[in-house]
C-alpha cells in the first residue's frame, strides 16, 4: 500500500513538472511568433516611432458611399486624419476628422457643409471606413497595446507552405479599430500570409508587401476568398513631416 501510495504522489509531481515544462514553452513560442511577427514588418520600435502615414485603398465592401480610391493623412500621435475621395455623385470630398473622438468638417466639392447632422453622419461613416482600411494595412502591429491578447494555436501545411497560426484579439488597436481573427504566419520568416477574421464569412491571402519608408515594411494587397472584399493599396508611406494645415483646410 505504501509504495502505491508513493508511486502515486511521483507520478502527480512528473505530470506537474511536464505541465510547467509545457506551459514554460508556449509562453516562449508566443514570445518568439511576436517577435517574428514585429521583424518582419522593420520592428517594433519602427512602428512607434512612426507618426505620419499617408496611404490609399480600392476595394473592400460596398460600406460607404465613396467610389474608387480613398485617401487618407493620418497622425497617429493625435489621431487626427484628412480623407479624400469621391462620391457616387461624382462630387469630390474631404473630411478633416480625428479617429478617436470621430469629430470633424466635412467639405462637398469645396464648400464646407452647413447642416450639423449631415455632417456628423458623414464623419462617422468615414471614420468606420478609415477603421476598415487600416485594419488591413496595420494588420501586422495588432499585437501592440495593453488591451492585445494572443495565443499560438497550431502549425499548419497549406500546400508546400507551413504557417504558425496565431489568435488574436485587440478590442483597441493604435489605428482605433478592433481586430478579431486568426493570423496565419510564415513559419520561418515571421511574415503575415493569411487572414481570417471572425465574425465574417471570407478570408484574405496576404500578398505584396511594400518599403513605406521609416525602416517599416507593410502588406498592401489582400485578396479575399468573396471578390468584392479584396483590398490593395497603391499608395502607402510613412512621413518624417507634413504641413500643419493639412488637417485644418481643404
Not at 482600411?133 to 494555436?153: C, M
Amino acid at each position: 500500500m505504501h509504495h502505491i501510495i508513493q508511486f502515486k504522489l511521483g507520478l502527480f509531481v512528473a505530470l506537474l513538472s511536464y505541465a510547467a515544462v509545457v506551459k514554460g514553452q508556449v509562453a516562449t513560442t508566443n514570445t518568439e511568433v511576436a517577435d517574428k511577427l514585429w521583424e518582419a514588418i522593420g520592428g517594433k520600435e519602427n512602428w512607434q516611432n512612426a507618426r505620419y502615414f499617408m496611404f490609399s485603398c480600392i476595394g473592400g465592401e460596398n460600406r460607404a458611399f465613396i467610389q474608387d480610391e480613398r485617401k487618407y493623412l493620418w497622425d497617429k500621435q493625435t489621431g487626427n486624419c484628412r480623407f479624400e475621395g469621391i462620391t457616387t455623385d461624382d462630387e469630390s470630398l474631404i473630411v478633416l476628422f480625428n479617429v478617436k473622438t470621430t469629430e470633424g468638417t466635412v467639405y462637398l466639392s469645396g464648400a464646407k457643409l452647413d447642416n450639423p447632422r449631415t455632417e456628423a453622419d458623414i464623419v462617422k461613416e468615414i471614420a468606420a471606413e478609415f477603421e476598415n482600411d487600416a485594419r488591413l494595412l496595420f494588420l501586422p502591429t495588432a499585437l501592440e497595446g495593453d488591451q492585445a491578447s494572443y495565443t499560438v494555436a497550431e502549425e499548419k501545411l497549406v500546400g508546400t507552405q507551413r504557417f504558425t497560426v496565431v489568435n488574436i484579439k485587440n478590442r483597441k488597436t493604435s489605428f482605433e479599430a478592433a481586430v478579431d481573427g486568426q493570423l496565419y504566419i510564415d513559419s520561418q520568416t515571421g511574415q503575415a500570409q493569411r487572414w481570417r477574421p471572425n465574425q465574417v464569412p471570407y478570408h484574405f491571402v496576404i500578398s505584396g508587401f511594400k518599403d513605406i519608408g521609416g525602416g517599416l515594411v507593410l502588406p498592401t494587397r489582400f485578396i479575399g476568398s468573396d471578390t468584392t472584399a479584396s483590398v490593395t493599396y497603391p499608395l502607402a508611406a510613412a512621413l518624417v513631416n507634413i504641413e500643419g494645415q493639412k488637417f485644418s483646410e481643404p
